[in-house]
């Protein structure tokens, strides 16, 4: 009959297991992480030639949906980087984060269209 001891040693749940899976978790996290700011991006410029050139009812509507989706898993993504420990992936999540809900207040929002302008102008770099 085998001891725990040595079933523990033959599984590898020694006292590295632990760091050794928050590490292979972490690695995995950076490339999600990485692949959600692409796409982030990516909403950048479909803002740019959806609603900046020409907004419609369906294009807010489509944009509105996008933001949803794309925060509800910035904010699984955040809330798994906390989980694991401080990193930059959790800064860059968050900056993320309050760029759409930026937007999302911008094109969904108050925002007067003067304001609009100096965003999109800033945001865009545009004189």
Known sequence: MMSLEAETVQCG?????????RQRMARHLNVQVADWLDACRELAGW???????????EGLSEHA???????????????TAAALGPDAAARQLESALQDLRDSR???????????????LRDRFHEP
Not at 13 to 21: I, R
């Open 13 to 21: 749940a020694g006292p590295g297991f632990v760091a050794g899976l």
């Open 47 to 57: 803002e740019d030639q959806h609603l900046v050139e020409g907004c419609s009812p």
């Open 65 to 79: 949906l996008m933001l949803d989706r794309l925060e509800g898993m910035g904010r699984c993504l955040a809330a």
């Open 105 to 119: 207040s911008m094109w969904h929002g108050n925002t007067p269209p003067a304001k609009r302008q100096e965003i």
